[in-house]
């Protein structure tokens, strides 16, 4: 991963710890996390697809991220699917919410134009007999930078 898309995963993770500032959240998948999470929910953010474009050492590169969003039933699984909801506003507005001080809301110049959602957001229900429900985020960027 390059400077640049480092500079932006870590503007994700730093987004997502200011809305969820309670959750453990995380570079890479979540299986890698599920055993070792002490305050749920899990978040975990990874590159999945990325599509540069070259003119000399300029590089356009669009990528996409996937963020999950992993909930404990915590014994109460009739409120998963409230939390996740809950989750799903939460982590939309930390990343897609204008901000008075980043009038384009490209992120203070790091990326060309506003972030999307890549794809339709995802529930994924509990597997049988585990206490895990999810959300699946694919979140789309665009960003420019020199190759050195």
Known sequence: MSDKAQQIQQAVNAKLVAAFPTATVK?????????????????????????????????KDDMQLHIQIVENDGGEPETLPTRLLNHLTSCRSALFSQQLDDRHNNWHGLLNGQPTE??????????????????SIILTISYSQTME
Do not use: C, D, H
Request: neutral net charge; charged residues 10%.
């Open 27 to 59: 570079s890479g998948w979540a299986s890698s996390y599920l055993r070792s999470v002490e305050q749920w929910p899990l978040i975990t953010v990874a590159p999945i697809v990325t599509n540069g474009s070259y003119s000399g050492k300029a590089v």
């Open 118 to 135: 890549g794809a339709e957001t995802r529930f994924i229900e509990p597997s049988a007999g585990q206490p895990y429900a999810a959300l």
